[in-house]
Every structure is written in C-alpha cells, then in structure tokens.
C-alpha cells in the first residue's frame, strides 16, 4: 500500500516540477533552498575538495535546461557498505541489576534468562566447595611418607633386583621365531588423510561480502534543494534487489523518507531516493544556528553539510570521507 501511495506522490511531484518555474533569486539564508547556479556552484566545491565525486550528463534526452549540459548531476561509485542496519539498531532487553545505587541503579543491557527463574539457576551450577575431601588427601600422603608404608616395609625403597629370574638366553629367542614376530623399534603409522581444504577468496565462504553503492546528487526543481539517489550492488557486481537495499536503510525511514522513483536524467528501473520535503527545513535549522553561534554558512558548503546529514538515513554506507565542518564559530 505504501508504495501505490509513493508512486501516486512521484508523479504529481513530477507534473508540479514541471509547472514550477525556475529559481532565480538567491534564498539560500532565508530558507535553505538552491537556485540552479547555486547547486552547480556548491557542486564545483565538492568535486575540488573530494574528488570521488564527480558531474556526470546523464540521457541526452533528459537533459535540464536549467543546468549546463556537462554538469547535470553529480555521482561517486564503489562506495563500501559493510554492514546491514540492522546490525546497528539491535535494542537488547535490560535488567536492573542495582536498584539501591544513587544514580539509578546498573543495568544489564544484554541479559539472557530463558527459563525466568532468576540467578538462582546460576547458584545451582556452582559446586559446593569442602575441607573434608582436602583433609583426606592430606591424611594419605602423610602415610605415604612413612617409610613403614613403602613395600618392602624395612625403608629401603623396595629394590627387588635381586628377585627377578636369570637372563632370557638370546639364542633361544632368537630360534624360537618371537624376535620375527614384533620389531618394537619399529612405529605402525596409520595413513593420515588429506585435511579438508579451508575455503579460500574465491570459495567466497570465509570472506566479508562487501555490497558496494553509487550515490547521485541531483538538482530538485520543485523543492529546490539537491536530492540523493542511491544504487546497489552485491560482491559480484550484480543489482541488489529493492528489498535488499532497504536494508542498508535505516528503519525510521525505510518506504517513508527513502522511497523508489524514476531518475531525472537516467533510463531504467526506479532508484531508491531520499525525499528532499525536509532538507531545505534542516539547512534553514543549520544557517541559524551557524549564524546565532558567530559563524557564517556559505552557500557553497551546502553539498558538504547535505551529505553529513543524510548520512543517518544510509548509516552504513560510507561515503562520507569530505572536509569537517563545525556549526559554532567557538
């Protein structure tokens, strides 16, 4: 249901941005949006200070006229992504473990206890310890250093070699066949099996499958502000499916912020997009606070700090590698 209710939305956003008419007056400060020379200009920024972006053109049927034709949209490609969200987002169940501590007691955040009955099963598992067996120990090695224990009882250590029978004559053993029968020089060894082989890289077993994403930046004419398009792919190169890509997406804002739609400037299937409704409400948020901390926002940093935000929509996608950036001039 939630995607017929996106597509419905995707194409009346796109009959209103076809309505809309250009930006031509600079509103950056006032409310966070781009004309199209400033979006081209923030770009040019971005592709100088981190060069993994670059502008691309796109269809040469698609084509806006609002933005020069070699700088249409901008991309980076191979971007790694490690692990899924929801490795990120586990919320284990928590115990209170001291509830007399001033500060509010600790808590056990991973605390497993499927048969609920407490730490007493724990207890239980834990043998009871005794004297009584150490005492018996200690009561048989003193008997063992009385000499009137040893075996012969006269405390001379029992040396009986003078009670063993004459020497076994050689050549008897010798004619007897028992010498041909066991060589106890010699060692039996079994035949030792091949261990199994450990999978290697291109078994693809024991290695990290690594999905790799590229990330586009588009210029959004009916909201004004840029936009950021992201296409999967797994280990071998080949397209993710759409339910595979969600789950590179944070949880809040699967189908909702993060939805698919049909690419400005590229043919194909749908891409998965983050709806740009609330960036120029954020940068709006970002220039004041900026401003009221004694700073000032460039509008050419505005591709710098887009990527810092949207970056809790696709936590695992590490893409951002671009200069810091403080919010208070302190």
Known sequence: MQNVINSVKGTALGVAEYLTPVLKESKFRETGVLTPEEFVAAGDHLTHHCPTWSWAVGDETRIKPYLPKDKQFLITRNVPCYRRCKQMEYVGEETLVEESDQDGGWVETHHFNPDGAGGSGLEDKVCEMTLEGAKVDDDVAADMDDPRNLEDGDGNGGDDDDDEGAAIDMDEFEESGMLDQVDPSLAT???????????????????????????????????????????????????????????????????????????????????????????????????QTVEEGGGELGVHMYLIIFLKFVQTVIPTIEYDFTQNFNITNK
């Open 189 to 287: 060894v079994a035949p030792v099996e091949p261990a199994p082989k450990k999978p290697s890289e291109t078994d693809g077993d024991s290695v990290v499958h690594t999905r790799t994403y590229d990330l586009h930046i588009t210029y959004d004419k009916y909201y004004q502000t840029p936009r950021l398009w992201v296409v999967g792919y797994d280990e071998n190169r080949k397209p993710l499916t759409v339910e595979q890509m969600y789950e590179d997406v944070s949880q809040d804002h699967a189908k909702k912020t993060v939805t698919m739609e049909t690419h400005p400037h590229l043919p194909g299937p749908n891409m998965a997009s983050v709806h740009p409704c609330k960036h120029a409400d954020i940068m709006k948020k970002i220039i």
